[in-house]
T-cell receptor, first 114, second 113 residues
Framework: ETGVTQTPRHLVMGMTNKKSLKCEQH?????MYWYKQSAKKPLELMFV???????ENNSVPSRFSPECPNSSHLFLHLHTLQPEDSALYLC?????????????FGDGTRLSIL | GQQLNQSPQSMFIQEGEDVSMNCTSS?????WLWYKQDPGEGPVLLIA?????ELTSNGRLTAQFGITRKDSFLNISASIPSDVGIYFC?????????????FGQGTILTVHP
């Protein structure tokens, strides 16, 4: 039990589908993150939210749309994805988005684009 | 941007052996973190280091924050089969990347009983 819960754990979708990934943290943290983990590549930061406000968009294509309704929940809305978007998408949270505040990860959503 | 070089990429060892892995960077970091990722799960934080020169232990794991702030190592003593997994280093902050984590490529550890 990591304190960060992601659903669904696995998702298979076509390129024209629309789906959403959900993340919920039970750690009382104020910052939440989306990462992409592809085979043989370091984890790539996608988005950062602090107190529900987006503080970082790491040049992510607009087919990925994040939403943070409160400090405990984070969504990633997906539409018109490409095969190269197949990856493990990890959510993380930390006390704040500053230094000296380690991030804690969920178990990820394994996304496959057909 | 900041990059980390983590080595070795993989290790195959016998149960009971000690393990050492390290990360180096051309940039300084304010925090070094070590994570372990098991198959089908997310990275789990093992050790966090906050001061240059700091040496911290967590059971059989020991990690150090290099005095130049550009490197860190992780040692695992007396390895056991459940140590199998991918170990990631991550540097946080420093320079213009305040708060952000930069990850190494990972070290895949295999332990033979």
């Amino acid at each position: 039990e990591t304190g960060v819960t992601q659903t669904p754990r696995h998702l298979v979708m076509g390129m024209t589908n629309k789906k959403s990934l959900k993340c919920e943290q039970h750690l009382g943290h104020n910052a939440m993150y989306w990462y992409k983990q592809s085979a043989k590549k370091p984890l790539e930061l996608m988005f950062v939210y602090n107190f529900k406000e987006q503080t970082e968009n790491n040049s992510v294509p607009s087919r990925f749309s994040p939403e943070c309704p409160n400090s405990s929940h984070l969504f990633l809305h997906l539409h018109t994805l490409q095969p190269e978007d197949s990856a493990l998408y990890l959510c993380a949270s930390s006390q704040g988005d500053r230094d000296y505040q380690p991030q804690h990860f969920g178990d990820g959503t394994r996304l496959s684009i057909l | 941007g900041q990059q980390l070089n983590q080595s070795p990429q993989s290790m195959f060892i016998q149960e009971g052996e000690d393990v050492s892995m390290n990360c180096t960077s051309s940039s300084i970091f304010n925090t070094w973190l070590w994570y372990k990722q098991d198959p089908g799960e997310g990275p789990v934080l093992l050790i966090a280091l906050y001061k240059a020169g700091e040496l911290t232990s967590n059971g059989r794991l020991t990690a150090q924050f290099g005095i130049t702030r550009k490197d860190s190592f992780l040692n695992i003593s007396a390895s056991i089969p459940s140590d199998v997994g991918i170990y990631f280093c991550a540097g946080q902050g420093g320079g213009t990347s305040y708060g952000k984590l930069t990850f190494g490529q990972g070290t895949i550890l295999t332990v033979h009983p």
